[in-house]
């Protein structure tokens, strides 16, 4: 099952999809594009639940990043990131994304920001021309990924460390604005759009923690 939550209203829509679902995005169309764990993308109609497309030819569709009209896939076994024609219904150009890639985010600039946990950087695509834009190291087992609209940030957990630290990718390069001890093994983190607090959550039973940033 694959479902959309309305964050207004907590309203609910569910889809039941024939697969093993790892991954999900809303396309511009308002269709949803749905990543599945034998390597496809289904293109699927919520308000019937039809599939309308299915586009094959990865190992694992691990997850999607949606920008305009443009899709690409994450495939964690080939670490890879891979353009999707959705019109067309096939995949296009394809890249290596590092030595082990595990997470990604989108920003408001059209970019796929990508965590290589193996290869401890942080890889910044484009993906209405799939380039490598930019790569940076930024420690040990870099793993979250989210993108602070309010401050034009990027943070990104450090699991090897217990760490966030969030980047400035305005000139070309990543450069560090801050750095905060976390949770152990910090796995996930958001962004409250309300006063950008960081919010990170522990994958070892820790809890969540809140950071107040200021600046």
Do not use: C, N
């Given at each position: 099952?694959?479902?959309q939550v309305d964050t207004a209203d907590g309203a609910v829509t569910e889809v039941s999809v024939d697969a093993d679902a790892l991954s999900a995005a809303v396309l511009s169309d308002g269709r949803w594009a749905v990543g599945t764990a034998?390597?496809?993308v289904l293109v699927v109609a919520p308000d019937t639940g039809e599939v309308d497309e299915t586009i094959s030819g990865l190992a694992s569709t691990d997850l999607l990043a949606v920008s305009g009209d443009s899709v690409a896939a994450l495939d964690r076994r080939q670490t890879s990131i891979t353009s999707v024609d959705i019109e067309d219904?096939?995949?296009g150009a394809a890249l290596r994304a590092g030595r082990g890639a595990t997470q990604l985010a989108t920003d408001p600039y059209g970019r796929v920001l990508v965590t290589d946990t193996t290869g401890e950087e942080l890889l910044v695509y484009t993906i209405d021309s799939l380039i490598?834009?930019?790569r940076y190291p930024v420690g040990p087992?870099?793993?979250a990924v989210t993108y602070d609209e309010q401050r034009d940030l990027v943070w990104?957990?450090?699991?090897?460390?217990n760490e966030v630290?969030?980047?400035d990718l305005s000139t070309g390069t990543a450069e560090e604005r801050h750095r905060f001890a976390t949770v152990r093994q910090p796995n996930s983190v958001a962004v409250d759009p309300a006063d950008g607090t960081?919010?990170?959550a522990s994958a070892t039973g820790d809890g969540l923690q809140r950071i107040p940033i200021e600046g």
């Open positions: 099952v694959v479902a034998d390597g496809r219904a096939h995949l490598l834009r930019q087992a870099p793993y990104v957990t450090l699991t090897g460390s630290v969030g980047y960081l919010v990170i």
